[in-house]
């Protein structure tokens, strides 16, 4: 069982750049999330979505898209990077909002 | 709008010694709390959760909480602490009508022989 599976691991772009970060699980969880972690700040939501189709904006949201065209797969976008945004990208999925939330293990995402 | 204090950055401990990582939360509502626990180069693992009943909480891995409603706190405990415990500590709240989490700043738990 793989639980949550973030795609690429690790990341160089270059200022300006695009690029989309994969989010996938397995446990059929209706909730799905994008986080951003920065030393002394905790982890901050981006966006989220309560199910296929939907998404909402989270705490820091500018600078990103996000898609959720199927139940098991989030997408994260960066439409035109910026160094203020390396950072290490985490997803998490919940079966219900007021349930656990499962991490996969981060995109480590470096802007020059 | 809620939010979760972690006044200790760093908590330094010798093996084999007690521990309390403490947490603080504002909210107006009621509210679930969650402790996670990440490790090196991995993601966030979930180490116990108060939802309602009980306020004493068991985690995995020995650990073990108290909600206090009174001093809106949620300290995390653990009797004798082992190497392996060096990790990162995230207190999270959970507004029960936003069904958002709020995370706090983290404790980095440093255990040494």
């Known amino acids: 069982n793989a639980g949550v599976t973030q795609t690429p691991k690790f990341r160089v772009l270059k200022t300006g750049q695009s690029m989309t970060l994969l989010c996938a699980q397995d446990m059929n969880h209706e909730y799905m999330y994008w986080y951003r972690q920065d030393p002394g700040m905790g982890l901050r939501l981006i966006h989220y979505?309560?199910?296929?189709?939907?998404?909402a904006k989270g705490e820091v949201p500018d600078g990103y898209n996000v898609s959720r065209l199927k139940k098991q797969n989030f997408l994260l976008g960066l439409e035109s990077a910026a160094p203020s945004q390396t950072s290490v990208y985490f997803c998490?999925?919940?079966?219900?909002?007021?349930?656990?939330?499962?991490f996969g293990d981060g995109t480590r995402l470096s802007i020059l | 709008a809620q939010s979760v204090t972690q006044l200790d950055s760093q908590v330094p401990v010798f093996e084999e010694a007690p521990v309390e990582l403490r947490c603080n939360y504002s909210?107006?509502?009621?509210?679930?709390l969650f402790w996670y626990v990440q490790y090196p180069n991995q993601g966030l693992q979930l180490l116990l959760k108060?939802?309602?009943?009980?306020?004493l909480v068991k985690g995995i891995n020995g650990f073990e909480a108290e909600f206090n409603k009174s001093q809106t706190s949620f300290h995390l405990r653990k009797p004798s602490v082992h190497i392996s415990d060096t990790a990162e500590y995230f207190c999270a709240v959970l507004n029960t009508g936003f069904q958002k989490l709020v995370f706090g700043t983290g404790t980095r738990l440093l255990v040494s022989p």
């Open positions: 998490a999925s919940s079966f219900l909002g007021d349930q656990p939330q499962h």
């Open positions: 979505s309560v199910g296929e189709g939907t998404t």
């Open positions: 909210s107006s509502v009621s509210v679930y």
């Open positions: 108060y939802l309602s009943g009980s306020t």
